[in-house]
């Protein structure tokens, strides 16, 4: 939040964008009301806590933590409830919660199954359900990784 505050004091341009990781185990409370109030949208990205990228590290968390979206009970009972993948609840708690998801697929099924998020509407308790795995606060990419310098192995 603090490199917005330092752009904001001097850009000629507001940023209308914030690209950060964003997900349920990594709600950035705080940067996403800052953001509401600025009218700065958050671009999500590894909305679903997956992604090649961080691929490495995202299967070693997910060994020795057990973190693992896709398959958390909540997730699978509301993508059962409302015949979606649970990749598909995902997403739509991003836009509900008014981030932009941006998952990252080379399938185009896939593609077209993400789509699937649009057409369904999770109600207040469900929303409040998802936000709670918050608890973990826990980042999934890093720029150590990001620029090949692994510090974790």
């Not at 349920?24 to 940067?31: A, E, S």
């Not at 997956?50 to 909540?74: A, P, Q, T, V």
């Amino acid at each position: 939040m603090q490199n917005l505050l330092n752009i904001l004091s001097f850009a000629k341009i507001k940023p209308v964008i914030n690209e950060v990781e964003f997900n349920p185990y990594l709600y950035q409370k705080n940067l996403k009301e800052f953001c509401d109030k600025e009218d700065i949208k958050i671009f999500a990205y590894n909305p679903l806590v997956k992604g090649f990228y961080c691929k490495n590290r995202h299967e070693k968390i997910m060994n020795e933590k057990g973190l693992d979206l896709l398959n958390e009970k909540k997730v699978k009972n509301l993508a059962e409830k409302y015949g979606k993948t649970p990749g598909q609840i995902i997403l739509n708690w991003h836009i509900q919660i008014g981030t932009i998801p941006i998952p990252g697929t080379s399938n185009p099924q896939r593609m077209k199954e993400n789509l699937g998020a649009l057409d369904l509407k999770l109600d207040e308790n469900e929303i409040k359900s998802i936000s709670e795995f918050n608890g973990k606060q826990f980042r999934f990419c890093d720029s150590y990784r990001l620029y090949g310098i692994d510090i974790f192995s």
